[in-house]
């Protein structure tokens, strides 16, 4: 009984195809009027799929013209990007962060010779991913940062767009987020000192000084609202 694998075994068939395949792949298009050149590396191609999904993502996670900590913040650690590496692994991760990032670079309005190289941006998305295990980001946080590059909130890029330049303004939303989820811890906090002041059975607080750690609500309101 042959070992063989029966996808291999029509040698003559693999040979025609490649070899109509070679002949379909060497027409030249007619609506060109310029000599077919060749160039080296893959030409980036915009994907629709992204713009969808980024145009998503951004309506939920931002509010007005800044980004919408709060709801950010309330992604769950099982869908951000550290969660989605012990998911899926680091390979599938770093590829859709490179993909986030290409989107990005082919939006800045700077010639290609500006901007960074397949082989610099493969580097950032590592960086990227780095920063993602300090302050747990989410995939929604680097769309919602790079919506805020593009508009200009971190400053403009001064005619090249640099690996230091990329990270140094997701530094920028880094601080932008750091700050935003130390002011909604503080409230959080001080609710929650609000709430354990609130009298139980058996204390001795008088009903005049219940009174005046309350709210007062006007007749006015009460009877508007």
Not at 47 to 65: C, F, M, R, V
Request: hydrophobic content about 40%; some cysteine; overall charge positive.
């Amino acid at each position: 009984m042959s070992n063989e694998s029966p996808l291999i075994t029509d040698h003559s068939s693999l040979i025609k195809s490649n070899e109509m395949n070679t002949t379909i792949n060497n027409i030249i298009p007619m609506t060109s009027e310029q000599p077919v050149l060749r160039h080296k590396g893959k030409r980036f191609v915009h994907s629709l799929e992204y713009e969808l999904i980024a145009n998503l993502a951004i309506k939920q996670y931002t509010q007005g013209d800044a980004p919408a900590f709060e709801q950010l913040l309330s992604i769950p650690l099982t869908e951000r990007i550290p969660g989605m590496i012990n998911e899926y692994g680091l390979k599938r991760a770093q590829r859709l962060i490179k993909t986030i990032l290409q989107e990005f670079i082919w939006s800045v309005p700077l010639p290609k010779s500006a901007k960074l190289s397949d082989t610099k941006i493969a580097a950032v998305a590592c960086d990227f991913i780095l920063a993602a295990y300090e302050d747990q980001l989410a995939m929604e946080d680097l769309i919602v940062a790079f919506d805020q590059m593009r508009k200009g909130k971190y400053g403009k890029f001064k005619g090249t767009v640099t690996h230091f330049a990329v990270m140094e303004k997701l530094g920028q939303y880094r601080s932008q987020r750091s700050e935003a989820y130390q002011q909604l811890n503080a409230e959080k906090e001080a609710q929650v000192k609000r709430m354990s002041e609130i009298p139980r059975v058996g204390d001795t607080k008088s009903i005049g000084e219940i009174l005046q750690g309350a709210d007062v609500i006007t007749m006015h309101k009460r009877m508007s609202g």
